[in-house]
């Protein structure tokens, strides 16, 4: 007779799941890769983005077309923001224009009366002369 020993092999595997060992995984570093790739693209393409404030210019019948050529544009919008080549400026920059730039002011109809005759003061007041007013063409 066999001697029976108090270890027996299958006593043992009785807790143990039978699980295989080669159980096939979703890798998620290539993924986090392409994440933080994506998230880097959209931070470098959203600051480049130029923001434009919605300017409504009033009608006028005498409009005439004007040249983009060597001139400075100056927008001025409904809330009173000064715009200095469509970035926001203030009244001291506009001061320090050159006596022979031609300015255009492109202003919103709503916007404050207030700034239209603070911005054209400052613009006298450096020597500049040739100043347009931009208008919408009546439809």
Same mark, same amino acid.
């Given at each position: 007779m066999q001697? @029976?020993?108090?270890? %027996?092999?299958?006593? !043992?595997?009785?807790?143990?799941? %039978?699980?295989?060992? /080669? =159980?096939?995984? &979703?890798e998620l570093t290539p993924l986090v890769d392409v994440v933080f790739l994506l998230l880097i693209f959209f931070l470098l393409t959203a600051t480049s983005v130029q923001h434009t404030f919605d300017i409504t210019l009033p009608d006028a019948k005498s409009s005439l077309p004007h040249s983009t050529e060597l001139t400075v544009e100056i927008a001025i919008t409904e809330q009173g923001d000064i715009l200095l080549q469509g970035k926001a400026s203030t009244l001291e920059i506009i001061e320090?224009?050159?006596?022979?730039? @031609?300015?255009? !002011? *492109?202003?919103? =109809?709503? $916007?404050?009366?207030?700034? *239209?005759?603070?911005?054209? /003061? $400052?613009?006298? !007041? %450096?020597?500049?002369?040739?100043?347009? &007013?931009?208008?919408? !063409?009546?439809r």
């Open positions: 001697k @029976e020993s108090w270890r %027996n092999p299958e006593m !043992i595997r009785i807790g143990k799941k %039978n699980h295989p060992r /080669d =159980e096939p995984r &979703i320090a224009l050159p006596q022979s730039s @031609e300015v255009v !002011i *492109f202003g919103d =109809e709503g $916007a404050p009366y207030g700034i *239209f005759v603070k911005v054209i /003061d $400052a613009l006298r !007041i %450096n020597g500049i002369e040739r100043i347009t &007013i931009a208008t919408g !063409i009546p």
